[in-house]
């Protein structure tokens, strides 16, 4: 079956504009999870959500991030004001539910802030 | 297509057991290789692989990457109950490529 997909999968943006990223899950997965990976870093989370709502939002690094999910399936991810240090591959995974610990990643998107 | 497979998908062992999960990997640019354990809601980073040949350690836990063979191993020494998780491994290419994981349960 189809697993998590995201878009788009590169994004090259100048410093100051906004961007979006979309996150697609497997159909049926409740829990949904936003991740960052910076260059020679490991896996930094930034939100999670069960449904449409973010119980957690922890790890979002400041208030130009914010994420949304509709429906409880697709989410986006934007970053306003984009910075050069936002640039990484923004991850997206989702389970069946968060007393799940098996996540599905997508591919990733790699953002570039120049 | 890029793609990351891990075996075995299961391991069942007894504390004090060492273990040894595989990793093989098939991707173009290939950047680099990441590990991590998986307990609960975030994945915990281990290791992160650019170079053939060189160990990397921390504690009861070591890996090697064969970028000629294309394919990493983990390692886990003598095993704790504690390390009982789901071990990910993923290949930073053009995208990152994540393997199904492997479910390690360690018995006391």
């Known amino acids: 079956g189809a697993g998590v997909s995201q878009s788009p999968s590169n994004k090259v943006t100048e410093k100051g504009k906004d961007v979006e990223l979309r996150c697609d899950p497997i159909?049926?997965?409740?829990?949904l999870y936003w991740y960052r990976q910076s260059l020679g870093q490991g896996l930094e989370f930034l939100i999670y959500?069960?449904?449409?709502?973010?119980?957690?939002k922890s790890g979002l690094p400041s208030d130009r991030f914010s994420a949304e999910r509709t429906g409880g399936s697709v989410s986006t991810l934007t970053i306003q004001r984009t910075q050069q240090e936002d640039s990484a591959v923004y991850l997206c995974?989702?389970?069946?539910?968060?007393?799940?610990?098996?996540?599905?990643f997508g591919p990733g998107t790699r953002l570039t802030v120049t | 297509e890029d793609k990351v497979v891990q075996s075995p998908l299961s391991l069942v062992v007894h504390e004090g057991d060492t273990v040894t999960l595989n990793c093989s990997y098939e991707?173009?640019?290939?950047?680099?290789l990441l590990w991590y354990k998986q307990e609960k809601k975030a994945p915990t980073f281990l290791f992160m692989l650019?170079?053939?040949?060189i160990e990397k350690k921390s504690g009861r836990l070591s890996s090697i990457l064969d970028k000629k063979e294309l394919f990493s191993i983990l390692n886990i020494t003598a095993t704790q109950t504690g390390d009982s998780a789901i071990y990910l491994c993923?290949?930073?290419?053009?995208?990152?490529?994540f393997g199904a994981g492997t479910r390690l349960t360690v018995k006391p």
């Open positions: 159909s049926g997965h409740t829990a």
């Open positions: 991707v173009t640019n290939f950047r680099s």
């Open positions: 650019t170079s053939s040949g």
């Open positions: 993923a290949v930073e290419s053009n995208d990152m490529r």
């Open positions: 959500f069960q449904g449409n709502s973010a119980p957690d």
């Open positions: 995974a989702s389970s069946l539910g968060p007393e799940y610990y098996e996540q599905y």
